[in-house]
T-cell receptor, first 112, second 116 residues
Framework: TQLLEQSPQFLSIQEGENLTVYCNSSSVFSSLQWYRQEPGEGPVLLVTVVTGGEVKKLKRLTFQFGDARKDSSLHITAAQPGDTGLYLCAGARNNQGGKLIFGQGTELSVKP | DADVTQTPRNRITKTGKRIMLECSQTKGHDRMYWYRQDPGLGLRLIYYSFDVKDINKGEISDGYSVSRQAQAKFSLSLESAIPNQTALYFC???????????????FGPGTRLTVL
């Protein structure tokens, strides 16, 4: 059972376009993180959101945690080729002792 | 220097062989994790350890074992490797503190394992 559904699974866009990646669940999370992974490397943490409705910005990236803490989105404005990579969302639940549940990932390709 | 290191980075082996993947960290974190990554499946938890004396199975522990030799070292073994264990393997750490920051995980560079 996949508790965190990420969409889309693949995304190929041109430089300068905007995009949004979604991470959805029927479960409530105490916190949710977004990671970015490049080929040949491990995932690198981008952001952690903990409060329902929270919005965090990291340069051209905007992260939002749903009001009910069941979903999250990542929006990239004016995508650049350097944004290419695998984006993973991961949620922590209160009764899981700090373990993370990962989404399947979104493979983003930004073409110049 | 990297905070979380994994050895080897690449390994090709044959069915039935015993394989050990090693992970070391200098972050001083108590919690360590082993994941495998397969295309389209995200990261799946194999084993995790919250301190040296605490080892727990994850969602896909069959065919794997682990050893937590010290706070800084956590190794993963495949007792008798099989082809469907071909995957990317990642080690991660976290400090387990209160709130969302305690759940943040820091990953090693991964080991690409191929079982023929």
């Amino acid at each position: 059972t996949q508790l965190l559904e990420q969409s889309p699974q693949f995304l190929s866009i041109q430089e300068g376009e905007n995009l949004t990646v979604y991470c959805n669940s029927s479960s409530v999370f105490s916190s949710l993180q977004w990671y970015r992974q490049e080929p040949g490397e491990g995932p690198v943490l981008l952001v952690t959101v903990v409060t329902g409705g929270e919005v965090k910005k990291l340069k051209r990236l905007t992260f939002q945690f749903g009001d009910a803490r069941k979903d999250s989105s990542l929006h990239i404005t004016a995508a650049q080729p350097g944004d290419t990579g695998l984006y993973l969302c991961a949620g922590a639940r209160n009764n899981q002792g700090g373990k993370l549940i990962f989404g399947q990932g979104t493979e983003l390709s930004v073409k110049p | 220097d990297a905070d979380v290191t994994q050895t080897p980075r690449n390994r090709i082996t044959k069915t039935g062989k015993r394989i050990m993947l090693e992970c070391s960290q200098t972050k001083g974190h108590d919690r360590m994790y082993w994941y495998r990554q397969d295309p389209g499946l995200g990261l799946r938890l194999i084993y995790y350890s919250f301190d040296v004396k605490d080892i727990n199975k994850g969602e896909i522990s069959d065919g794997y074992s682990v050893s937590r030799q010290a706070q800084a070292k956590f190794s993963l073994s495949l007792e008798s490797a099989i082809p469907n264990q071909t995957a990317l393997y990642f080690c991660a750490t976290s400090d387990g503190g209160w709130g969302g920051r305690g759940n943040e995980q820091f990953f090693g560079p991964g080991t690409r394992l191929t079982v023929l």
